[in-house]
C-alpha cells in the first residue's frame, strides 16, 4: 500500500473518532466499510492496532478503549487544537487526502499563494536534527546580497511564510524569510552547541509573527466592534488574549504582549473593527499610523 494512502486511514480513523465520539471496533469497522476504505475490506483488529500506535508516533494522538463498553476514544483531543508541529502535520496530511480525492472538482478547490522558499526545508531540518552550521545566501529587498554561515536554532510559519530562526557570526539571533530573499543553502561540516535550556517556544511568546525587536512588555487594551469579536474568538491573535467585558455592539480584549509592528500592523488590519484604548503610546502609534495613511488619499 502506498504511504498516501495509510496516511489517508489515520486521519480517517482520526476525523470519525472526533466527530462520532467513542466507538467501538465493530462500529467504527461498519463506519470503514461504509467509506469504502482500504476498497470496502474489512478493519481487523491487528491492523487497527497498528494504526493506533502510528498515530500514536505521527500525531500524538492516543486512542484508548473504556474497559466496560470496549469503545474506543481519543483521550486527549487538546493535542489537535494546539500549534504543535503534530497538529500542522495532521493538518497538512488531511487536506492534501482530501484534495487527492477530490481530483474532478479540482478547479473549484482554490488554495491561498505562498511564497517560495520549501526547498529548503529539507536541508535547514537536516542540518538542525545534527546541530550542524548552514551556509546561505541571503537578499533583503533594498540591500545588497550577502553570504553567512549561521547556527539553525528553529523554523517558524507566520502569515503564509517560513521564516529560520538562527544565531549569526556575531552571536545575534536573527530571524531570515525562506522567499525570495533566501537563494542559496547548504550544509557545512561544522557543528554547534545548541543551548539545552533553549525554547523557540518561550523566545516568540512575547511576541506576535517573527518580529523580535527589544520593545518593552505592554498590557493592551482594544475594542472589538460589530462583528470582530467573533473572529477574535475563533481564532484568537496571541495565547495571552482574553476577553475582559461585553458591551453594546463591543467588546473588549486584552493582550500582554511586546506590541511590535507586526502586532499593530495586525490591529490595523482590521480597520474600523478595532480600536486601541490603552496603553497610551500604543495608541498614539496607532493614530500615527493611520495618519500616515490618511496622507496618501489627501
Known amino acids: 500500500m502506498k504511504p ?3 496516511f489517508n486511514q489515520y486521519i480517517w480513523i482520526i476525523n470519525t473518532l472526533k466527530t462520532c465520539g467513542k466507538l467501538t471496533l465493530a462500529q467504527l469497522d461498519q463506519k470503514w466499510r461504509d467509506a469504502k476504505k482500504a476498497e470496502g475490506n474489512p478493519l481487523p483488529r ?19 478503549c473504556e474497559p466496560n463498553t470496549y469503545k474506543y476514544y481519543i483521550s486527549n483531543p487538546e493535542v489537535l487544537n494546539n500549534d504543535s508541529i503534530e497538529r500542522h502535520l495532521f493538518s497538512t496530511l488531511a487536506v492534501h487526502g482530501m484534495l487527492a480525492d477530490s481530483a474532478s472538482i479540482r478547479d473549484r478547490i482554490l ?17 538542525m536534527k545534527t546541530d550542524h552550521r548552514l551556509r546561505m545566501g541571503y537578499k533583503k529587498f533594498e540591500d545588497e546580497g550577502y553570504v553567512k554561515t549561521v547556527c539553525p536554532y528553529a523554523l517558524k510559519r507566520s502569515q503564509q511564510r517560513w521564516y529560520l530562526l538562527a544565531k549569526n557570526e556575531k552571536e545575534q539571533l536573527r530571524c531570515f524569510a525562506l522567499d525570495d530573499r533566501m537563494n542559496m543553502m547548504e550544509p557545512t561540516d561544522e557543528t554547534f552547541d545548541m543551548p539545552e535550556d533553549f525554547s523557540p517556544e518561550g523566545y516568540f511568546a512575547d511576541y506576535f509573527g517573527v ?40 467588546t473588549d480584549f486584552a493582550f500582554d504582549i511586546r506590541p511590535t509592528d507586526d502586532f499593530l500592523n495586525k490591529l490595523f488590519s482590521y480597520r474600523k473593527g478595532i480600536e486601541v484604548l490603552e496603553p497610551a503610546d500604543v495608541r498614539q502609534r496607532m493614530k500615527d499610523m493611520i495618519a500616515e495613511m490618511a496622507q496618501l488619499y489627501k
Open 4 to 6: 498516501a494512502q495509510i
Open 46 to 64: 491487528s491492523s487497527f492496532n497498528r494504526h493506533r500506535d502510528a498515530i500514536r508516533d505521527m500525531f500524538g494522538v492516543d486512542i484508548e
Open 111 to 127: 488554495m491561498e499563494y505562498a511564497p517560495a522558499g520549501e526547498e529548503f526545508l529539507e536541508p535547514i531540518i537536516r542540518a
Open 211 to 250: 518580529l523580535t525587536v527589544d520593545i518593552p512588555m505592554a498590557h493592551v487594551v482594544v475594542r472589538a466592534y460589530d462583528r470582530t469579536p467573533y473572529y477574535l474568538r475563533t481564532l484568537p491573535l496571541h495565547h495571552s488574549q482574553q476577553e475582559l467585558q461585553l458591551g453594546d455592539n463591543y
